[in-house]
T-cell receptor, first 112, second 114 residues
Framework: DGGITQSPKYLFRKEGQNVTLSCEQNLNHDAMYWYRQDPGQGLRLIYYSQIVNDFQKGDIAEGYSVSREKKESFPLTVTSAQKNPTAFYLCASSWGRGEKLFFGSGTQLSVL | AQTVTQSQPEMSVQEAETVTLSCTYD???????LFWYKQPPSRQMILVIRQEAYKQQNATENRFSVNFQKAAKSFSLKISDSQLGDAAMYFCASVSNSGYALNFGKGTSLLVTP
């Protein structure tokens, strides 16, 4: 059953702590994305990756980092430099340029 | 960069009636794609419809159809015979043919009343 798996569903971060959100896909898609969703703000792009070992900053990359060591995986680290991390994080993947995005079920990150 | 504007934060429709959600976009590209996504209370993003800008024919998917006006840069979504399950946030999005990541509007919350 193909799809995108995000984990965990809920995550809590303490002050000064880095946390990593997992995203795995078995759709054989080349491109993967991370979006942040805040109430009333729509979806904003954090990072995206067109291919393994390559990624590009989106509109709100500050305080976040990513890696793309495998085609199937695109983890997002929320660093302590991100001062307002509370949000809903969505991972997505696609075949390539101009194609529709397939989304995971999201991770809700909150600050303790 | 492409920007997408949804001017209606909230809309309401009665069951079985028709509703139209508005979306305008700004792009300097000649070739691009437009999308409508639905996000129900589960927060799972679901593709509703996709339109290729080079196609003049409006895309349709069952009860969902779009009115694509390229010159006006308008891309509205019409939902016919509204059902309770249509209640959700609806996001309009665009991407150029040379780009990867979709640019999303801020969304319209659709309420469906019995």
């Amino acid at each position: 059953d193909g799809g995108i798996t995000q984990s965990p569903k809920y995550l809590f971060r303490k002050e000064g702590q880095n946390v990593t959100l997992s995203c795995e896909q078995n759709l054989n898609h080349d491109a993967m994305y991370w979006y942040r969703q805040d109430p009333g703000q729509g979806l904003r792009l954090i990072y995206y990756s067109q291919i393994v070992n390559d990624f590009q900053k989106g509109d709100i990359a500050e305080g976040y980092s990513v890696s793309r060591e495998k085609k199937e995986s695109f983890p997002l680290t929320v660093t302590s430099a991100q001062k307002n991390p509370t949000a809903f994080y969505l991972c997505a993947s696609s075949w390539g340029r101009g194609e529709k995005l397939f989304f995971g079920s999201g991770t809700q990150l909150s600050v303790l | 960069a492409q920007t997408v504007t949804q001017s209606q934060p909230e809309m309401s429709v009665q069951e079985a009636e028709t509703v139209t959600l508005s979306c305008t976009y700004d792009t300097s590209e000649s070739d691009y794609y437009l999308f409508w996504y639905k996000q129900p209370p589960s927060r799972q993003m679901i593709l509703v419809i996709r339109q290729e800008a080079y196609k003049q024919q409006n895309a349709t998917e069952n009860r969902f159809s779009v009115n694509f006006q390229k010159a006006a840069k308008s891309f509205s979504l019409k939902i016919s015979d509204s059902q309770l399950g249509d209640a959700a946030m609806y996001f309009c999005a665009s991407v150029s043919n040379s780009g990867y990541a979709l640019n999303f509007g801020k969304g319209t919350s659709l309420l469906v009343t019995p």
